[in-house]
């Protein structure tokens, strides 16, 4: 059974930041086989993990909070195996597709944050192009009429990159242009959120290539660092 602190946000941002990849693989495998024991377990080996609480009695109950915590190690999962290094998200499309099921299920507000990763996950097989480019076309239309604040700039310069690559693997070049310029902008409003080699590290692909791969030596980008640094320099002064 994997520590208490596992499924929160804190972990999961010690897996990214601190996590070298035999770590990472090890929280891996360590989450998945503790899914399986609450998939699979009994009611006696759950209620012995913790997922069932003292007022959980009727079948409907359990089967309730057995779902939403599952839920929970799916979306932990998911995010394991984006922030891995090397990045496994395409080993994440079963998990996710639970979430995006379990959230229709719950209804509520929408959130498209598992929409988009599922999008990443399986935009680079070919028999799924279309399905991502689906995906990715109305989840960015719902996040971009509503916001998402949960998602964040880091996740939607990551999945909007994502979406330029294949739209242009599929020849629609004009409309890659528009996502990539999307991006461009973003960094030239916001020059001093995101240090240079983690903004490259989210939006470039040295196995696909394209323009975002030189992201940093942009015209707009230069300027916009240029001038941010000097702003910081005359504010020391």
């Known amino acids: 059974m994997p520590p208490k602190h596992f ?21 891996v495998n360590t989450l998945q086989g503790h899914i399986a024991e609450v998939r699979d377990g009994s009611e006696e080996q759950r209620r012995e993990l913790g997922v ?16 939403a915590y599952l839920n929970k190690c799916y979306w ?50 070919p028999e799924r192009e279309q399905e991502a480019l689906a995906l990715f076309v109305d989840a960015f239309g719902d996040l971009d009429t509503n916001g998402a604040p949960a998602f964040g700039p880091r996740s939607e310069l990551w999945a909007r990159a994502h979406w330029a690559r294949l739209l242009r693997r599929v020849e629609r070049v004009e409309e890659a242009q528009v996502q990539e310029q999307i991006i461009v902008d973003w960094v030239v409003g916001h020059p ?6 983690k903004l490259k ?13 030189n992201v ?16 910081k320099d005359a504010a020391r002064v």
Request: aromatic share 10%; net charge neutral.
């Open 52 to 67: 069932l609480k003292p007022q959980d009695k009727s079948p409907e109950q359990i089967e309730q909070r057995v779902a």
């Open 201 to 213: 590290a989210l939006v470039s692909d040295d196995a696909d290539g394209g323009p975002l791969n």
């Open 7 to 27: 499924l929160t946000s804190n972990f999961r941002v010690a897996f990214e930041e601190y996590f070298n990849p035999e770590q990472q693989r090890n929280a």
């Open 216 to 231: 940093l030596e942009h015209p707009e980008v230069l300027a916009a660092f240029q001038a941010a640094k000097e702003k």
């Open 76 to 125: 932990q999962l998911s995010q394991f195996y984006r922030y891995s290094n090397p990045c496994r998200i395409s080993e994440a499309e079963p998990y996710l597709r639970e979430v995006i099921r379990y959230a229709k299920v719950k209804g509520g507000k929408r959130d498209v944050t598992p929409e988009l990763y599922l999008a990443v996950a399986i935009q680079r097989v």
């Open 192 to 197: 001093m959120v995101l240090p240079p080699q």
